[in-house]
């Protein structure tokens, strides 16, 4: 039986419980570095089964969901309450052709699309941590919300990766 939109959202809280998110969110792209090195493209492309996502796929993800979070952040400090939308990760995924893209290019968009988002969180005063957006999906949050969510997403998708290049 798939996970409900709650026991997902509880499920990440517990990865980064007690931990800084701004630096598990920045030292992501060097985990992930470490784990893709040396495994042969073909085996990053490799599906685990038809309807799930290969190496490539998960780390395209996250570079396109890092993305949306960018937006998120800024929207949310610019106007305190503003509404989130989600999006479909299975769409962005056949949109963004995600099976196509080579997985250092993708790890290369997301750590520069990360490095700016960090920079720009370590910037932020108390208020703006505070400010808030109203997710279709997940209700209020704040951007330090946010933020913990996002280093959760990242120990999510880690495990997965760990698990793939393992096989």
């Known amino acids: 039986m798939p996970e409900t939109p709650e026991q997902y ?14 630096k ?11 784990l893709i090195e040396g495994v042969p493209e073909m085996k990053l492309k490799e599906r685990p089964r038809p309807d799930k996502w290969s190496v490539v796929e998960i780390l395209a993800h996250l570079a396109e969901d890092e993305l949306t979070s960018s937006w998120r952040y800024r929207q ?4 305190d309450g ?23 290019e993708a790890l290369e968009m ?7 988002n960090v920079r720009m969180l370590s910037g932020l005063s108390a208020e703006e941590w505070n400010r808030s957006g109203n997710h279709a999906e997940r209700g ?8 913990k969510h996002m280093a959760a997403h990242d120990i999510n998708h880690i495990k997965q990766i760990e698990t793939l290049v393992s096989r």
Do not use: K
């Open 76 to 79: 949310m400090i610019e106007h």
């Open 82 to 104: 503003e509404t989130l939308l989600g999006f479909d990760q299975e769409l962005w995924a056949r949109l963004g052709n995600y099976r196509s893209w080579d997985a250092h």
């Open 140 to 147: 209020r949050l704040t951007v330090r919300e946010l933020a």
């Open 9 to 22: 959202r509880d499920r990440l809280a517990g990865y980064a419980e007690g931990q800084d998110a701004l």
């Open 24 to 34: 598990l969110q920045s030292e992501t792209p060097g985990v992930l570095a470490r």
């Open 110 to 116: 997301f750590r520069l699309l990360r490095e700016a």
